[in-house]
């Protein structure tokens, strides 16, 4: 059984461009979660999606976005990217809020 | 606000001695409650997660945690820890009102074992 996939695993960016991350759940997961992950702030919650509709949101700038599609898998996009957005970001996929399997990340770099 | 504290940034064992790792969380209600690990290099893995039931939770590897209500706490333990043990350990819960996946995470510990 494939676990949840994440790519790119890597990402440079300038700061001011926008990226976009890519998460495919384990196959039957409709929940789908990201995080951010810094050394300083640790893991924080950006938002969820189950059946393509946002169910949770933290607190995060506008800047911050996702989307689900009616395969459940997920994107993350931030636009106008800034140094402080460097970080690994992890996405989590659920059953029925039955545990949380995790993908490697996707580490981004701002520069 | 809602809250997950981990009392131990760095915590350093030789092998096959005890560990135990505090966890603190602060919700009104029930709460779903999980321990993951992460070891070096690798993506973060479910050690074990209380729902309901038996309070004393077994998880994978041999670890185990302990779920006391009246004192908010989650505690990780083992009984000997090994080298491979060596990895940092979040504790983390559901917040109110969940089945979701909004989990909020204390800062972790990173525990560290001597050979």
């Known amino acids: 059984k494939a676990g949840v996939t994440q790519t790119p695993r890597y990402l440079i960016k300038t700061r001011g461009q926008q990226v976009t991350l890519s998460c495919s759940p384990i196959?039957?997961?409709?929940?789908v979660s990201w995080y951010q992950q810094t050394p300083g702030q640790g893991l924080q919650f950006l938002f969820e999606?189950?059946?393509?509709?946002?169910?949770n949101k933290g607190n995060f700038p506008g800047r911050f976005s996702g989307r689900q599609f009616s395969n459940s898998r997920s994107e993350m996009n931030v636009s106008t990217l800034e140094l402080g957005d460097s970080a690994l970001y992890l996405c989590?996929?659920?059953?029925?809020?039955?545990?949380?399997?995790f993908g490697s990340g996707t580490r981004l770099t701002v520069v | 606000a809602q809250s997950v504290s981990q009392h131990n940034h760095h915590v350093i064992l030789s092998e096959a001695a005890s560990l135990e790792l505090g966890c603190n969380y602060s919700y009104g209600g029930t709460v779903n409650l999980f321990w993951y690990v992460q070891y070096p290099g690798q993506h973060l893995q479910l050690l074990l997660k209380?729902?309901?039931?038996?309070?004393l939770v077994k998880g994978i590897k041999g670890f185990e945690a302990e779920f006391i209500k009246s004192k908010f706490s989650f505690n990780l333990r083992k009984p000997s820890v090994q080298w491979s043990d060596t990895a940092e350990y979040f504790c983390a819960v559901n917040a109110p009102g969940s089945n979701t996946g909004k989990l909020i995470f204390g800062q972790g510990t990173t525990l560290q074992v001597k050979p």
């Open positions: 999606y189950f059946s393509e509709t946002q169910r």
């Open positions: 209380y729902f309901s039931g038996d309070p």
């Open positions: 196959s039957g997961h409709r929940s």
């Open positions: 989590a996929s659920s059953l029925k809020g039955n545990g949380y399997t």
